[in-house]
């Protein structure tokens, strides 16, 4: 059974506009999730994370809300620039097994 | 400071065979993990090394087994390797309990 789920396999954005990724996972006792981007022929880049204390992040032109109700959390990219084209990965830190769980992960694609 | 460093970058080997990947972690970390990503998926957790001892185990077989030196860098072996063992192999480095840092993996071909 999948813990982590990203529902959109691709996206496509404009570049300047807002890139929004989803992620929804299964277990509420889930409690630090991270974003993780992935260039091919590159292992995945630590981006942002967010404990469940908190229902936002961000680091510049990245922000992370989790929703802890619903289960859900997006990772929101404004402007959304050329070099944000890459596979994004959606992870959750299991803290007893000290594994990260991750998603199959969303290629976004910035038009210029 | 050198980031997670991987060798070989590609490997291809035949069923049967015998195969030793490597890592060394990022500068002062002491925790390394690796991981599986299958072709369309997100990484799979296989185990991670502590003061040189395995202390959490995914869901793989013992055919998957791992090592970590002294100096914390690692070796992730896979035995009797099946076609199924395709795939982009990940070593990640962190403090214990801390973020995950990744190195840029090691692409095996089993045929």
């Known amino acids: 059974d999948q813990q982590v789920k990203q529902n959109s396999p691709s996206l496509s954005v404009q570049e300047g506009r807002i890139s929004i990724l989803n992620c929804d996972y299964t277990n509420s006792m889930f409690d630090y999730f991270l974003w993780y981007k992935k260039y091919p022929a590159e292992g995945p880049t630590f981006l942002i994370s967010?404990?469940?204390?908190?229902d936002k992040n961000e680091d510049g032109r990245f922000t992370v809300f989790l929703n802890k109700s619903a289960k859900h959390l997006s990772l929101h990219i404004v402007p959304s620039q050329p070099g944000d084209s890459a596979v994004y990965f959606c992870a959750v830190f299991v803290q007893g097994a000290q594994k990260l769980v991750f998603g199959q992960g969303t290629r976004l694609t910035i038009n210029p | 400071d050198a980031g997670v460093t991987q060798s070989p970058t590609h490997l291809i080997k035949t069923r049967g065979q015998q195969v030793t990947l490597r890592c060394s972690p990022k500068?002062?970390?002491?925790?390394v993990s690796w991981y599986q990503q299958a072709l369309g998926q997100g990484p799979q957790f296989i185990f991670q090394y502590y003061e040189e001892e395995e202390r959490q185990r995914g869901n793989f077989p013992d055919r998957f087994s791992g090592h970590q030196f002294p100096n914390y860098s690692s070796e992730l072996n896979v035995n009797a390797l099946l076609l199924g063992d395709s795939a982009l192999y990940l070593c990640?480095?962190?403090?214990?309990?801390?973020?995950?840092?990744f190195g840029p993996g090691t692409r095996l071909t089993v045929l």
């Open positions: 967010i404990s469940s204390i908190k």
């Open positions: 990640a480095s962190s403090l214990v309990y801390d973020t995950q840092y």
């Open positions: 500068s002062g970390h002491d925790t």
